[in-house]
């Protein structure tokens, strides 16, 4: 199985391309980025600056997308700056891919994405979730972490907070709420490419 793998440089994206490095099974891993990766026999890492419109590329085909793309508003400077990302970016990337006929996607997504919701950032993730839909893949799973507990290059110190009272109150926190490990999202994702057809929604609870 061949994978394409958008956003190695972050949290979720890093432990998926180490499990995927490692797993015999899996043969070919194309990691665009905007820097270069640390070279890997398995690995395909085209430098890319993922401006729009992204450009035309064999490497878009693959068995699976799995898509690990996103940043924050405080990061990105705006709400639009943040939509562009968690939304426009991951649609034409989506659109791509299975325009060069990738059958399968995989999105690291967020606990509560709802396109009805209040919440801007909610909003979004469920608008972008909505608008996947609509593409057509043969199999979309949609995973949908709580916070996620991993140490991160830059801070988030509300994010911080959050994880230390977590893991102190974990055993009286709903397993619905409970922070996940990057490593596990990553094997939820790499598992999440083999299934049945339609669309999968992985909440945080099934993540292990």
């Known amino acids: 199985m061949e ?4 956003g190695a440089t972050g949290a979720v994206g890093r432990e998926v391309l180490e499990l995927a490095l490692n797993d015999p099974s899996i043969p070919t891993v194309t990691a665009p980025t905007r ?26 085909k693959a068995d699976a997308l799995l898509c690990c793309l996103g940043t924050t508003i405080k990061k990105a400077g ?17 659109q ?50 709580s916070l996620i507990d991993t140490d991160r290059e830059e801070a988030r110190f509300g994010e911080k907070a959050g994880l230390i009272a977590s ?3 974990r055993p009286i926190i709903p397993a619905h709420y409970r922070a996940v490990s990057a490593r596990s999202i990553a094997r939820t994702m790499l598992d999440s490419v083999l299934g049945s057809d339609g669309v999968r929604v992985i909440e945080s609870e099934e993540i292990r």
């Open 3 to 6: 994978l394409l793998l958008l």
């Open 35 to 60: 820097r270069p990766l640390t070279p890997h026999e398995k690995l395909h890492n085209p430098v890319v600056d993922f401006t729009m419109p992204l450009p035309a590329a064999g490497w878009w």
């Open 78 to 94: 705006s709400q639009a700056a943040f939509r562009a990302v968690d939304h426009d970016l991951i649609l034409e990337a989506a």
């Open 96 to 145: 791509k891919a299975h325009d060069y006929g990738t059958p399968v996607m995989v999105l690291n997504s967020s606990l509560g994405a709802n396109s009805a919701s209040r919440n801007f950032y909610l909003r979004t993730k469920g608008e972008t979730e909505d608008d996947l839909r609509r593409i057509g893949f043969r199999r979309l799973a949609l995973v949908r972490p």
């Open 167 to 169: 893991r102190l109150l």
